[in-house]
């Protein structure tokens, strides 16, 4: 059996998405038996973290300063806001270069099984945002699963009376995608929004 320093890490480690009791136990024993390789950055970089990131209290982004460069950066849209479930989701448009308008991160979606109301997410922020002057459309980016689009009806509802225009994003068949390996619901999808071809 491990020390019980190690094994205090491994559990620490276990309760990272991604990493399961055997893959913490692996992660661990590279970091002790790589101390100055890999334990004492990471250590450095955990610290880091700790003393200078902040949540913005804009858009719900992580940032070292608050408001976050995202919401600081004058070459921004400021008349399209992006609504996403998580700030992973914002990672995520940022890597894909597709969007340059501003987000809003509601910090997860409505469960009614998980016991997550209205009250639990920045929802009222996204109001009040949809709300100022010069806003004009809203994207709706939470993901197409069950709590996922009860979450983006409850919000379309919401923002309704602030009278932005609110889109949802696409949803079907993805980029490379072969129709045989596709399951059931995102075919139905894909052809349902189908959309003449541009000539």
């Known amino acids: ?3 019980p320093a190690v094994e205090r890490l491994i559990q620490q480690l276990a309760r990272l998405p991604g990493l399961g009791p055997r893959s913490a136990r692996r992660a661990a024993l590279h970091l002790i038996q ?13 610290a880091d973290v700790q003393d ?27 008349t399209a806001l992006c609504v996403v479930e998580r700030v992973g989701d ?8 597709a969007f340059r308008g501003r987000y809003h991160v509601l910090g997860g979606v409505l ?7 209205p ?13 100022a002057p010069g806003l004009t459309e809203v994207v709706l980016a939470t993901n197409a699963t069950l709590d996922g689009q009860t979450t983006a009806h409850y919000l379309a ?5 602030t009278g932005v225009a609110v889109t949802r994003l696409a949803h079907g068949m993805p980029v490379g995608g072969e129709l045989d390996y596709l ?16 000539r």
């Not at 790589?34 to 955990?46: H, N």
């Open 157 to 161: 509802e919401r923002l309704a009376p």
């Open 183 to 198: 399951d059931d619901g995102t075919l139905a999808t894909a052809l349902r929004l189908r959309r003449p071809i541009e």
């Open 52 to 78: 200078t990131v902040r949540t913005c209290s804009q858009c719900g982004n992580i940032d070292g300063r608050d408001p976050c460069e995202i919401c600081r950066d004058p070459e921004r849209d400021a």
């Open 90 to 97: 914002l990672w995520a448009f940022e890597r894909a270069g």
């Open 34 to 46: 790589r101390p100055e390789a890999a334990l004492s950055p990471l250590l450095r970089a955990l």
């Open 111 to 117: 469960s009614a099984l998980d016991g997550v109301r």
């Open 119 to 131: 009250e639990d997410l920045a929802i009222d922020g996204l109001i009040r945002r949809a709300s």
């Open 1 to 3: 059996m491990p020390a």
